[in-house]
Nanobody
Framework: EVQLVESGGGLVQAGGSLRLSCVAS????????IGWFRQAPGKEREGISC????????YYAESVKGRFTISSDNAKNTVYLQMNSLKPEDTAVYYC??????????????????RGQGTQVTVSS
């Protein structure tokens, strides 16, 4: 059974930091790209990052570039999203997801092959 389990969300003040974790199981981690997207109430889904270990590339949405960093520990089948300088507009449910390529990760309508249940991030002003 494929599982992606996120953790690390919570409440933080603007300017603060959080690190999200995503533990993957049930598929060959190295064969997939892992990304993060978020969904805020009343807003379109936003793909914010994608990481491909096969060619060592990472992608970020403009809204998070320079503040968020995606990384992975392949030995632990775990992906992290370090979020710094958080803003109230970063408030959303954050999901990790897996697929074969990062090509369309930024599309709001993109359907990832696998996704987790999400973790809430709330940034207070």
């Amino acid at each position: 059974e494929v599982q992606l389990v996120e953790s690390g969300g919570g409440l933080v003040q603007a300017g603060g930091s959080l690190r999200l974790s995503c533990v993957a199981s049930g598929f060959t981690f190295d064969d997939y790209v892992i990304g993060w997207f978020r969904q805020a109430p009343g807003k379109e889904r936003e793909g914010i990052s994608c990481s491909s270990s096969s060619d060592d590339t990472t992608y970020y949405a403009e809204s998070v570039k320079g503040r968020f960093t995606i990384s992975s520990d392949n030995a632990k089948n775990t992906v992290y999203l370090q979020m710094n300088s958080l803003k109230p507009e970063d408030t959303a449910v954050y999901y990790c997801a897996a697929d074969l390529v990062c090509l369309d990760y930024g599309l709001a309508t993109y359907e990832w092959q696998y996704r987790g249940q999400g973790t809430q991030v709330t940034v207070s002003s």
